[in-house]
């Protein structure tokens, strides 16, 4: 069975620092395409970075490039999600998802190309 568990959300003031990580489980994880997206109150989920697990090639989405870093720990089966600095623009849930690298050769960050979902981790940035 695929699992995606998200954790390392929280309350977090304007300035901060926030790792979000994404543990996989039920699937190989050489063989799929990791993605972080985030839905704030009233707005559509939008993608903001992904991972092959393969080989590490990695997108990151104009929006946030240059602030967000994503990585891959293959050995753990775990895609982080590293915010440096946070600002309340980022609140939001975030969730991780997947989908195999065949089907998403060009790390492509639209919600509905990813077949695999966690249950997401709230972030909450106070100004």
């Known amino acids: 069975e695929v699992q995606l568990q998200a954790s390392g959300g929280g309350l977090v003031q304007a300035g901060g620092s926030l790792n979000l990580s994404c543990v996989a489980s039920g699937f190989a994880f050489d063989d799929y395409v990791i993605g972080w997206f985030r839905q704030a109150p009233g707005k559509e989920r939008e993608g903001v970075a992904c991972i092959a697990g393969l080989d590490g090639g990695a997108y990151v989405d104009d929006d946030v490039k240059g602030r967000f870093t994503i990585t891959a720990d293959n050995a753990k089966n775990t895609v982080y999600l590293r915010i440096p600095i946070v600002e309340p623009e980022d609140t939001a849930t975030y969730y991780c998802?997947?989908?195999?690298?065949?089907?998403?050769?060009?790390?492509?960050?639209?919600?509905?190309?990813?077949?695999?979902w966690g249950l997401g981790t709230q972030v909450t940035v106070s100004s």
């Open positions: 998802a997947a989908v195999k690298l065949a089907k998403n050769p060009r790390l492509i960050l639209r919600p509905r190309t990813y077949d695999y």
